[in-house]
């Protein structure tokens, strides 16, 4: 056994979402990306003497929105803090922050690994502002501050130290990311800093219960990245104590370049942060009524979807967690089956056809030209036997797309796409490929019913490919049993 194997890793994570509002969390200065550095400022934001901050109502609604989609409790009542500490890119010299009362307790994410399910326990979520950037590689001698995200709403998720592998954080990551997308808080893109992570791990010899020292490697802002931190970490942290170090709790950065993880420069030294009420802000008073209201605008969220999907309508587990990756990729499946009742046939068409078809041509299903009401007139038609499904996904799909005003029945007449299912004439074709080659009909005879592969592919050539395949096929049994 490597040494590996007798430790395991422990990993809690620090989550900060970056909420899609319009305006700030305390002011109206606008919060798009990319605009034009300190282009989005006030001097609210900037914390000028005798400015005040108010709170944005939808900060709170969004709050409320992801603790109740993960089951926590909400704190009705709420008082906002400042965490005081002194950095550039920090124009107040204090973040406004919630302490000891954060508006979501408790509550769990289910995360799906290879064979399993597991819940990881949520600590809490509290509201924060973001702090403003400093750009260390655009002048040569110089550090310089961006302050537009200064004041844009977070909310923090922390989460029990309930992992137990990178795999683990690696789900739970894009689990966190399609939830926050479901709720439409958060654009949750990641290389836009939109979700980041802080990530805590620390090991243990297997079997111990209490839990080792934990390093924080901070900021981590994509999915792989938080896998590989956690891994360097893992081994970095045995080595130590396997060579009879200690380790020490320490603040790290995550370098992707070299895969590894190195002190940080101490930005908030000696860790006295000082917090007090916010004497600027007034207590925020959660009514039942208001939090029943954000209960009743949740939407369908992707776990539901995924029950759903697998119990009622009998979907294989791949299918519906393809099919609820996106919501609006769920909710085109759910307008589909409006119309039909084939599910795993439309689910086939959405999974194999439609999503193909988005890939090809880079767009979203949003822009997607065909309604499900025409996939389901797409789906009547080879289920009427009308057109084959080779004809319908390859030909008459691919045309419609650039027609989607047409009905696809019309459209398939035009393409000379519909199948022949008259018995009168597969019969006529039959016959003509029969008389071709009456040597293999003996064969048949003897017992070689291979030979009916090469009948089929004639009867095919002689119809255009438009006989129905079942009827030629029966009919040609039937015939050469009659031989
Ligand atoms: P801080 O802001 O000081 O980092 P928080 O309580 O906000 O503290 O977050 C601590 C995070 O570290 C939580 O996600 C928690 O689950 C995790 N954590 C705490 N102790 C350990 C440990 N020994 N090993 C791994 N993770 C831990
Ligand atoms: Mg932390």
């Known amino acids: 056994m490597s040494i590996y194997e007798q430790y395991e890793t422990v990993i809690g994570l620090e989550v900060h979402i970056q909420l899609a ?12 990306f990319g605009a034009a550095p300190n282009t989005q400022i006030s001097p609210v934001s900037l914390g000028h003497p005798g400015t005040l901050p108010r709170m944005n109502k939808r900060q709170i609604e969004y709050a409320v929105k992801l603790g109740l989609a993960l089951g926590c409790e909400i ?15 920090l124009p107040k010299g204090y973040q406004i922050t919630q302490d000891d009362l954060p508006i979501c307790v408790g509550g769990s994410l289910k995360i799906r690994l290879e064979n399993s399910t597991k819940d990881i326990r949520i600590h809490r979520i509290h509201m924060e502002e ?3 950037k400093s750009i260390h590689d655009q002048a040569p001698k110089h550090s310089l501050v961006d ?30 990311r399609k939830i ?4 439409g808080i958060s654009d949750g893109n990641m290389e836009e800093g939109s979700l980041r992570c802080d990530v805590n791990v620390s090991v243990r010899k297997k079997g111990d219960t209490k839990l080792g020292t934990r390093c924080e490697v901070k900021n981590v802002n994509s999915l792989r990245y938080a896998k590989r931190a956690v891994e360097f970490e893992f081994k970095r942290q045995v080595d130590i104590i396997e060579a009879g170090g200690t380790i020490t709790q320490s603040t790290l950065n995550f370098d992707p370049a070299t895969g590894r993880t190195s002190p940080m420069r101490e930005k908030e030294n000696a860790h006295d942060y000082r917090y007090f009420t916010d004497p600027d802000l007034p207590p925020v008073i959660l009514t039942d ?5 954000v209960r009743a605008s949740l939407p369908p969220l992707p776990e539901q979807l995924v029950q759903q999907f697998t119990k009622e309508l009998g979907l294989p587990e791949y299918d519906a967690l393809v099919l609820t990756e996106e919501r609006s990729m769920a909710e085109f499946y759910l307008a589909l089956i409006k119309h039909t009742k084939q599910y795993k046939t439309a689910s086939n068409w959405v999974i194999n056809i439609i999503k193909a078809y988005l890939n090809e041509e880079d767009i979203s299903i949003e822009e997607f030209p065909l309604s499900p009401r025409t996939i389901a007139a797409l789906m009547a038609l080879v289920e009427s036997k009308k057109v084959s499904f080779a004809a319908a996904s390859q030909k008459l799909f691919p045309a419609l797309t650039k027609q989607p005003q047409q009905e696809p029945e019309a459209l398939a007449k035009s393409l000379n796409l519909m199948q022949d299912s008259d018995a009168g004439s597969i019969e006529h074709f039959v016959d003509q490929a029969l008389a071709k080659f009456p040597d293999k009909v003996k064969a ?3 017992g070689k019913k291979g030979v009916i592969g090469l009948f089929m592919g004639e009867v095919m050539k002689l119809s255009r490919g438009k006989a129905n395949p079942q009827l030629a096929n029966q009919l040609l049994r039937k015939k050469l049993e009659e031989a």
């Open 21 to 32: 509002t319009e305006s700030k969390a305390f002011c109206t200065d606008p919060t798009s």
């Open 147 to 176: 302050l537009n995200r200064a004041g844009v709403p977070l909310l923090e998720m922390v989460s029990e130290p309930d992992f137990r592998s990178s795999e683990e954080v690696y789900s739970y990551m894009s689990e966190v």
């Open 289 to 293: 009524e208001f939090i029943e209201d």
């Open 130 to 132: 973001d702090a403003g």
């Open 75 to 89: 704190n009705r009542e709420n008082q906002f803090a400042r965490k005081n500490y002194f950095y550039v890119d």
């Open 444 to 446: 048949y005879k003897k």
């Open 180 to 183: 926050v997308r479901y709720l």
